[in-house]
């Protein structure tokens, strides 16, 4: 029972460099979420996807892409990596009970 | 503006004595608030929730009590234990707003001293 995988853990970019981060669930939930950590700042939403096939934009859009692959999958792109985008990054899936899972976390640093 | 507030950022207690923490939030649409726990190099894991027809919600040593009159909430642990220390989210969703996600606050950082 993995639940919510993300990959890679860790990632060091360069700026203006591209990547992908990667999630999939396992827990048949129709609901996915892209969130950013960020010190003194909690959590905050990035990009959402409510169900298969679509996507919205959360408090915190500009600067990524996401893409909702399939039921399992959603991952968040970025295209243009900036130092302002150093954070740790955490998916998360939602039961019916309005309970958030989230991944493990991807620690990303853009130099 | 942020909509769920949680003022103090860090709290030291005593093993054994009780944690409160404190939440506040603006929004009179939300109707279902959750507390999360998050240790270092981890992802947040689901504590406790409570739904806006209730005051108060009890599993083991956490107890979560709402006011609504007030837009407030804590979080209740006792006794504290050394396990407890980790950074605390307070977190809210409105009607229906499950798939929205959830919106949460800055945290609080809990340390039990021994």
């Known amino acids: 029972n993995a639940g919510v995988t993300q990959t890679p853990k860790f990632q060091v970019l360069k700026t203006g460099q591209s990547m992908t981060l990667q999630c999939a669930q396992d827990m048949n939930h129709n609901s996915m979420y892209w969130y950013r950590q960020d010190p003194g700042m909690g959590l905050r939403l990035i990009y959402y996807?409510?169900?298969?096939?679509?996507?919205d934009k959360g408090e915190v859009p500009n600067g990524y892409n996401v893409s909702r692959l399939n039921k399992r999958e959603f991952s968040l792109r970025l295209e243009s990596a900036a130092p302002s985008q150093t954070s740790v990054y955490f998916c998360?899936?939602?039961?019916?009970?309005?309970?958030?899972?989230f991944g493990s976390g991807t620690q990303l640093s853009v130099l | 503006d942020q909509q769920v507030k949680q003022n103090s950022p860090s709290l030291s207690v005593q093993e054994g004595r009780i944690s409160i923490l404190n939440c506040d939030y603006t929004?009179?649409?939300?109707?279902?608030f959750l507390w999360y726990k998050k240790y270092p190099a981890e992802g947040p894991t689901f504590l406790i929730s409570?739904?806006?027809?209730?005051d108060k919600n009890e599993d083991g040593r956490f107890t979560v009590f709402l006011n609504k009159s007030a837009k407030h909430l804590s979080l209740h642990i006792v006794p504290s234990q050394p396990g407890d220390s980790a950074v605390y989210f307070c977190?809210?969703?409105?009607?229906?707003?499950?798939?929205?996600?959830?919106?949460f606050g800055k945290g609080t950082h809990l340390i039990i001293q021994p």
């Open positions: 998360a899936s939602i039961s019916d009970g309005e309970k958030l899972f």
């Open positions: 977190a809210a969703s409105d009607s229906g707003g499950g798939a929205d996600g959830l919106t």
């Open positions: 996807s409510a169900s298969e096939g679509t996507t």
């Open positions: 929004n009179s649409m939300f109707d279902y």
């Open positions: 409570i739904s806006s027809i209730k």
